[in-house]
Nanobody, 129 residues
Framework: QVQLVESGGGSVQAGGSLRLSCAAS????????IGWFRQGPGKEREGVAV???????VYADSVKGRFTISQEYDKNTLYLHMNSLKPEDTAMYYCASETRGRWCGSGWYSVRFFEYSSWGQGTQVTVSS
């Protein structure tokens, strides 16, 4: 079955860096319609960075210039490189992928509105001031 397993979370001070990984298995990995989402305490889940339906990296405004999404296609692994972390980045981070063949759209739609079909269990990131 489809599995998305996140790792790499932890506690870090403001200004620090972390790299999250998402190992995908159980389906034919695609470099499109896959990405990272987060849910902070008392907040709704939000898109952070995705590869949209054209394989273009799309970022939420709050992380532009600080976070970078990347992937190793031959390892079926997605990454999120997080630099200059801020306390407001504290959240559970989830990897999500569209595994039912639907097109996730492009640009802001793919990161803000599309409902991805498969999700990981999440990895916690805590940033202290």
């Amino acid at each position: 079955q489809v599995q998305l397993v996140e790792s790499g979370g932890g506690s870090v001070q403001a200004g620090g860096s972390l790299r999250l990984s998402c190992a995908a298995s159980g389906y034919i990995y695609s470099a499109k319609c896959i990405g990272w989402f987060r849910q902070g305490p008392g907040k709704e889940r939000e898109g952070v960075a995705v590869y949209d339906g054209y394989g273009t990296a799309v970022y939420a405004d709050s992380v532009k210039g600080r976070f970078t999404i990347s992937q190793e296609y031959d390892k079926n692994t997605l990454y999120l490189h997080m630099n200059s972390l801020k306390p407001e980045d504290t959240a559970m981070y989830y990897c999500a992928s569209e595994t039912r063949g639907r097109w996730c759209g492009s640009g802001w739609y793919s990161v803000r509105f599309f409902e991805y079909s498969s999700w990981g269990q999440g990895t916690q990131v805590t940033v202290s001031s």
